[in-house]
């Protein structure tokens, strides 16, 4: 097994996760595999991300399921989209599976991960 490369708890304090609530799903106009996601993050507002779910989600399905989002990551344009942030989700080997992180029970929106 490879070593793992580890990082300070400092660093880790950096990461802004929150609980979010997806409004709206969209297919993206340039690319096959992704959506276009509007996401309630409570007191941070609403944000548009980007996302590769397609393939793994049919749209009305994502639509007011809780998640996870990487809130401080730097914006990326993506296939000529500005996407503010990045759901979090677990991904097989593979990649043949693809399940979005949710908390286990309802919870505020913009609520913290630690």
Same mark, same amino acid.
């Given at each position: 097994m490879p070593e793992e490369e580890t990082i300070k708890f400092d660093e880790w304090? $950096?990461? /802004?996760?929150?609980? &979010? $609530?997806?409004?709206?799903?969209?297919?993206?106009?340039?690319? /096959? @595999?992704?959506y276009l996601l509007e996401v309630d993050l409570g007191p941070l507002g609403k944000r548009k991300l980007v996302a590769g779910l397609k393939q793994h989600? /049919? +749209?009305k399905k994502l639509i007011g399921k809780l998640c996870v989002v990487f809130t401080?990551?730097?914006?990326?344009?993506i296939r000529g989209i500005k996407s503010e942030g990045m #759901?979090?989700?677990?991904?097989?080997? &593979? $990649? +043949?599976k693809v399940? #979005? #992180? @949710?908390?286990? $029970?309802? #919870?505020?929106? &913009? +609520? @913290?991960?630690?």
């Amino acid at each position: 097994m490879p070593e793992e490369e580890t990082i300070k708890f400092d660093e880790w304090q $950096k990461l /802004d996760l929150r609980v &979010g $609530k997806i409004l709206s799903v969209e297919p993206h106009p340039n690319a /096959d @595999k992704l959506y276009l996601l509007e996401v309630d993050l409570g007191p941070l507002g609403k944000r548009k991300l980007v996302a590769g779910l397609k393939q793994h989600y /049919d +749209s009305k399905k994502l639509i007011g399921k809780l998640c996870v989002v990487f809130t401080n990551l730097e914006h990326a344009t993506i296939r000529g989209i500005k996407s503010e942030g990045m #759901i979090l989700a677990a991904v097989n080997e &593979g $990649k +043949s599976k693809v399940f #979005i #992180i @949710k908390p286990e $029970k309802e #919870i505020e929106l &913009g +609520s @913290k991960i630690h």
